[in-house]
């Protein structure tokens, strides 16, 4: 055997060997994990029949509460008549026209006046002093916002619509 083929053999040996002290240097610690687990495993209790039929005794149960339930609009705290919404006769066509304009599409009544209101594209939920579309809102009610832009006074009714008026309305 010539020295190139001694060399190379060495070479070979001396790096499978390597490669095999990283290898074990790496997978002893999973290994150790491994065994660990596996302890814990055999010690702790897992689910048991006992706790399935537990589970499923507890979801039978809140399904027979649903299936029980009566809504009652007098037993509510909220009313659905204090939401209202904008569809109209058109529906989703009527509030896509004129995206860029301000329309009031509903208006929530509760501890505080607010109102969803679609300008530019975007929708916001706006209460008494809030700004949109470049005027103040003043006064939300549940026909209608004020918002004062400048000098005008402009009322947006839930049907989109808008009448200018010339006096401001007073703040309060």
């Given at each position: 055997?010539s020295?190139?083929?001694?060399?190379?053999?060495?070479?070979?040996?001396?790096?499978?060997?390597l490669s095999?002290?990283i290898t074990?240097?790496?997978?002893?610690?999973?290994?150790?994990?491994w065994?660990?687990?596996?302890i814990?495993?055999?010690?702790?209790?897992?689910?048991?029949?006992?706790?399935?039929?537990d589970?499923?005794?507890?979801?039978?149960?809140?399904?027979?509460?649903?299936?029980?339930?009566?809504?009652t609009?007098?037993?509510?705290?909220?009313?659905?008549t204090?939401?209202?919404?904008?569809?109209?006769g058109?529906?989703?066509?009527?509030r896509?026209?004129?995206?860029?304009?301000?329309?009031?599409?509903?208006?929530?009544d509760?501890?505080?006046?607010?109102?969803?209101?679609?300008?530019?594209?975007?929708?916001?939920?706006?209460?008494?002093?809030?700004?949109?579309?470049g005027?103040?809102?003043?006064?939300?009610?549940?026909?209608?916002?004020?918002?004062?832009?400048?000098?005008?006074?402009?009322?947006?009714?839930?049907?989109g619509?808008?009448?200018?008026s010339?006096?401001?309305?007073?703040?309060?």
């Open positions: 055997m020295n190139r083929s001694r060399t190379i053999w060495h070479l070979l040996i001396f790096l499978t060997i095999l002290i074990a240097v790496v997978a002893y610690p999973v290994q150790r994990d065994r660990k687990a596996q814990r495993a055999q010690e702790e209790r897992f689910g048991t029949d006992q706790d399935l039929e589970v499923i005794e507890f979801l039978e149960q809140r399904l027979d509460q649903r299936n029980r339930y009566q809504f609009l007098e037993a509510e705290p909220m009313h659905l204090n939401v209202i919404y904008l569809y109209g058109g529906g989703m066509a009527y896509m026209r004129n995206k860029d304009k301000l329309r009031v599409t509903a208006i929530i509760g501890k505080q006046q607010q109102a969803l209101i679609q300008y530019d594209k975007q929708n916001y939920r706006v209460v008494v002093g809030d700004s949109v579309g005027g103040e809102v003043v006064w939300i009610d549940a026909d209608e916002v004020v918002i004062v832009k400048g000098d005008t006074e402009i009322h947006y009714q839930l049907s619509l808008y009448i200018p010339e006096s401001l309305r007073e703040k309060n």
